[in-house]
């Protein structure tokens, strides 16, 4: 069984500390994978005021965020204005590049899409966009293959001004399989890679589930007659949680599951679907993220 394994970088903390010890994880368990880097100012802790809204509250105090993602990420870019991250820190984004992984846009502000998409007109996304491919391709030597919107904040304009840059594919929504996503009765020739498995900040805390018994049962949801694509975060898998991130890679060999980068495991899809981008809420993440949704009206039939 295959599962495809990405790896969301979202702040300065998490690309400084985080990315070089994944990398030492990965080099050991001799896996490749998919990096998604944030590359522009680093604007995170601005999500304090979310404090307010009673279910962001409560995954802070469930996940521990605190201790989990360190007082540095809860409080960057309150005072001042945030370090530009590709700027900082280029010889790490680069070595990740050079050790093989598949290399992709996340964002340039992840706090100001994550909080402002909705508002975003096409020319501000398509800015957005632009500036993180040139900057990561400076850094890298060569234009990035993918992108993924920074929590799954994806909708038809994101999809659109993604198809005009030469992505092999995207990773912007959760759903099942992978598609071809349909706007306005047009298909999209960008392939959408989604998420089919949860994160640790969904899972943990919830229903009693602890950090000693995560690795088991995110184990047992993977499925070998489905597409598994799992996220990763640079800031939890890559600091505090490290180890256990290790011990999940031995434990996912011994049961003979492989993991390769996203863009393996499109090569290796025969067929693709076709599908809607849509918003809605799943259990353990604040607010609406982009799913995956069937064709189903007359409105979805493709030109």
């Given amino acids: 069984m295959k599962v495809g394994l990405r790896i969301d970088v979202d702040t300065f903390r998490g690309t400084r500390r985080g990315v070089p010890e994944l990398g030492r994880i990965l080099a050991r368990s001799n896996v490749r994978a998919t990096f998604f880097f944030s590359i522009g100012p680093d604007n995170m ?7 307010v809204r009673p279910t962001f509250f409560w995954k802070m105090m469930r996940s521990r965020a605190a201790s989990l993602y360190g007082w540095d990420i809860l409080i960057r870019g309150t005072l001042m204005p945030g370090p530009i991250i590709g700027k900082k820190l280029a010889p790490i984004i ?3 590049a050079d050790a093989g992984h598949e290399v992709g846009v996340h964002a340039w502000d992840h706090h100001a899409w994550q909080t402002r998409i909705d508002k975003m007109t096409t020319d501000a996304i398509y800015d957005h966009l632009h500036r993180s491919v040139t900057l990561l391709t400076d850094i890298t030597g060569h234009p990035p293959t993918c992108s993924a919107a920074p929590a799954w904040k994806c909708n038809d304009r994101v999809l659109d001004s993604e198809s005009r840059f030469p992505f092999d594919f995207n990773s912007d ?11 306005a009765g047009r298909e999209l020739p960008q392939p959408q890679i989604p998420v089919t498995l949860p994160t640790y900040d969904e899972l943990i805390g919830r229903r009693g589930l602890s950090p000693a018994q995560y690795n088991d049962h995110l184990l047992s949801l993977l499925d070998p ?6 996220t990763i975060h640079a800031e939890v898998e890559g600091i505090a949680c490290a180890a256990m991130f290790e011990r ?8 003979k599951v492989a993991f390769a980068p996203l863009g393996d495991i499109l090569r290796l899809t025969p067929a693709l679907d076709r599908a809607r981008v849509v918003p809605a809420e799943i ?13 189903e009206s007359r409105s979805d039939k493709i030109e």
Avoid at 248 to 255: I, M, P, Q, V
Wanted: charged share 25%.
């Fill in 45 to 51: 802790g601005r999500h304090l005021r979310r404090l």
């Fill in 94 to 96: 680069r070595a990740v």
């Fill in 173 to 183: 929504c959760r759903g099942w399989s992978i598609f071809r996503p349909v706007v």
């Fill in 225 to 230: 007659e489905r597409l598994n694509v799992l």
């Fill in 248 to 255: 999940f890679l031995a434990s996912a060999a011994a049961r």
């Fill in 283 to 295: 259990e353990g993440r604040e607010g609406w993220v982009a799913c995956q949704a069937a064709l």
